[in-house]
């Protein structure tokens, strides 16, 4: 027999970082869900997800069975989301599960992925996002979440007047040659290319500037808006990834308590060695090529943070996020963790204007 699928909000035991956003309601289940495998819901189920993935522009399906990857897969197919099979130009560490499913990410435990929006230093980027998680971690390694308009609001006025204004330049900077890291992705697994006159017409097609340096490096940048009009809601949202050394180091101390001190202290030094670097892998900068400074850092990461839901992941749950109305991250973990992710519905940036006067505030 059909049920209605019921909305709620987080409950105490099922956040780990304390905040009121985590009391707005984006869970679906039904009273029997724990026996219904997830591509066995019906099409008046999946209208209900649907909608309210529209209004809410995130939603959580917990308690319902999974047969895996492919089952992910066909869910968010018959969902609609039109899947990128290629992660073009991404930045983090994947590896394919299917075709067009990837790992969330293989960065190592100990980091902290800090907010961002999916594939936000490129042009190309997904409007969709999902994740099922395989396996929970059994410490650690929540995905937080993050209210793009909330972070908009939170910023002091001049700080998101300056980020609308400047915009944002990505600087990335790629070797040929595969580190012993897996943070650092050469150019040839970053662009899917073999050779440099294919990399040549990726670069062209996707609109990056590019530069080989004399050291055979290659320099990539991108520039594009900060603030973007939700096309649904009208409202501004804040859309970066903030790559910088205050920015790492300010996670690691919000989240100090997670750390054996010596652990922390490795990690910092590490991410912050470098930042001394001329040519650092990835940089966040204004538009104009000025430095992102540490008061202005901090700042975005607070607006940030008090715009976060941070849940513990349970078997079988299944994200689903507005890559333009929600940020997410990824906490340091202590593996085995088994959380995939698929991108959907990709757009240009490029084709997008900010019209402020029409924007609510």
Not at 176 to 189: A, E, R
Not at 215 to 239: H, M
Request: hydrophobic residues 35%; glycine residues 4%.
């Amino acid at each position: 027999m059909y049920q209605n699928l019921s909305i709620r909000s987080l409950g105490p035991h099922e956040v780990s970082y304390n905040h009121h956003m985590h009391q707005k309601p984006f869970i679906l289940s039904t009273p029997n869900s724990q026996n219904l495998n997830i591509n066995d819901v019906s099409t008046q189920m999946l209208e209900e997800v649907k909608e309210t993935y529209q209004r809410y522009g995130r939603v959580m399906l917990r308690g319902f069975k999974s047969d895996g990857p492919r089952c992910f897969q066909s869910l968010l197919e018959r969902l609609d989301f039109d899947l990128d099979g290629e992660y073009l130009g991404g930045a983090s560490p994947r590896s394919n599960v299917t075709t067009k499913v990837y790992t969330s990410t293989d960065a190592p435990g100990p980091f902290i992925i800090s907010y961002h929006t999916e594939m936000c230093y490129l042009n190309h980027r997904p409007r969709q996002l999902a994740f099922y998680c395989q396996q929970p971690p059994p410490h650690n390694g929540e995905t937080p979440i993050f209210d793009c308009h909330q972070i908009y609001l939170n910023l002091p006025l001049s700080l998101s007047k300056k980020l609308e204004t400047k915009q944002l330049m990505y600087v990335r900077y790629f070797s040929s040659k595969k580190s012993w890291l897996n943070v650092y992705k050469t150019w040839q697994d970053t662009f899917l290319v073999e050779n440099k006159q294919q990399l040549a017409e990726k670069l062209k097609a996707t609109g990056l500037e590019s530069e080989w340096l004399d050291d055979g490096i290659l320099k990539v940048s991108c520039t594009v808006p900060a603030l973007i009009q939700d096309p649904v809601t009208g409202k501004k949202t804040i859309s970066l990834t903030l790559f910088n050394k205050w920015a790492f180091h300010s996670n690691l101390n919000r989240f100090k308590d997670r750390y054996f001190t010596p652990l922390r202290k490795a990690v910092d030094w590490y991410a912050m060695r470098q930042y001394d670097k001329p040519k650092v892998f990835f940089e966040t900068l204004f538009g104009d090529g000025s430095q992102i400074n540490k008061e202005e850092t901090e700042q975005i990461q607070q607006a940030a943070w008090d715009a976060a839901t941070v849940f513990k992941w349970q078997q079988d749950d299944i994200l689903l996020l507005d890559n333009i109305r929600w940020g997410h991250g990824r906490l340091n973990v202590i593996k085995p963790r088994k959380v995939i992710a698929a991108l959907g519905n990709m757009y240009d940036i490029r084709e997008m204007t900010l019209q402020s006067h029409q924007v609510e505030t």
